[in-house]
């Protein structure tokens, strides 16, 4: 008589799923946009509802010769104000008891604190994006809005240079040394790096002082350090044919964007009010705010890119 096998398939309640007691995250990018507000209060006078940051105009230039014998004129000192207003932003879960005490993930709790950790991150960084995306001047590749671009009105080397030279013409400072700042697409980047060639572009690790490095830095060119962000805002079928995605790349120099901060970001351990103690609230909190500083530190360019959305 022939061997009877005892095999998975006749003990299959002897066989079962094994899983990894770890747990992975969703794949994540780095938060970038607040390292550009520059500009926060220094000397607050009292907590208030928002922070009014007192500006100086400059007196117009006197280049008329004086008399000798004619006493000169007396002028008038004007200023003039910037507000940034705060609001309270956070998010918390509740865990029950009964799920921290069944769970299999060696580290349940960590994991959790972990995603509220980078929804913290990330929230605050989209709030300092959104004050960006309303701030400056915007200009476009061709024409005067996201409906005259085709899907050919890519960012160009000439297009990043007069972006430095307006910068340059408003008597806007640098961020770092000589340099300005700008934010740009991957699909963006991939069109300026084309056209210009690796060897145009001056990479970080080449940098005589590679401490004063921004999150995401690629390189410099055109006079700007240029970061990398696929979080830069993206209008899809925005442009003349309506196919076309439309990128903003964003030009930085000194007081674009100011902060106020009346609480910090911090994690949150909620109280426990239920009357058998299993609802355990974590989350974290922040009461700040962002808001344009100087209209002439900023520039945003919009354009296509040649490996966007364009069908």
């Known amino acids: ?4 096998f005892t095999s998975t398939t006749q003990l ?6 094994s899983y990894d007691r770890n747990a992975y995250f969703a794949l994540r990018d780095m938060a970038i946009w607040d390292q550009f507000a520059d500009v926060k209060p220094g000397n ?9 940051f007192n500006i100086w105009s400059d007196l117009s230039e006197a280049t008329t010769a004086l008399s000798e014998t004619v006493d000169v004129d007396a002028v008038g000192l004007s200023d003039s104000t910037v507000t940034v207003t705060p609001s309270e932003y956070g998010n918390a879960v509740l865990i029950t008891l009964k799920l921290r005490s069944d769970d299999f993930l060696i580290g349940f709790d960590p994991d959790v604190a972990n995603i509220l950790a980078e929804n913290m991150v990330k929230s605050i960084d989209t709030i300092a994006r959104t004050a960006i995306d309303s701030a400056g001047t915007a200009v476009w590749a061709s024409g005067t ?5 085709a899907s050919t009105d890519n960012i160009t080397a000439a297009l990043v240079k007069q972006q430095r030279a307006a910068l340059k013409k408003a008597n806007v400072s640098p961020k770092i040394g000589n340099l300005y700042a700008a934010v740009i697409h991957p699909d963006v980047a991939y069109d300026l790096k084309v056209e210009t060639g690796d060897g145009a572009w001056i990479m970080p690790h080449q940098y ?6 921004y999150v995401d830095e690629i390189g410099t060119f055109g006079g700007f350090k240029f970061v990398e962000s696929n979080r830069t805002d993206l209008d899809e ?5 309506g196919t076309e995605s439309v990128y903003s790349t964003y030009f930085f120099g000194q007081q674009a964007i100011a902060k106020a901060e009346s609480i910090a970001p911090s994690m949150v351990m909620g109280p426990v009010t239920d009357h058998l103690n299993r609802f355990r609230p974590l989350g974290w909190y922040a009461y700040l705010g962002y808001g344009e500083f100087r209209s002439a530190s900023l520039r945003r360019l919009r354009a296509t890119s040649s490996i966007g959305t364009n069908t």
Request: no cysteine; glycine share 8%; charged share 15%.
């Open 1 to 4: 008589m022939a061997d009877v």
């Open 12 to 17: 299959t309640n002897q066989v079962l799923t």
């Open 44 to 52: 607050i006078t009292s907590p208030g509802s928002s922070v009014r």
């Open 145 to 149: 809005a996201d409906g005259d671009l």
């Open 208 to 213: 005589v002082d590679t401490q004063a490095l």
């Open 237 to 241: 079928d925005a442009g003349t044919a």
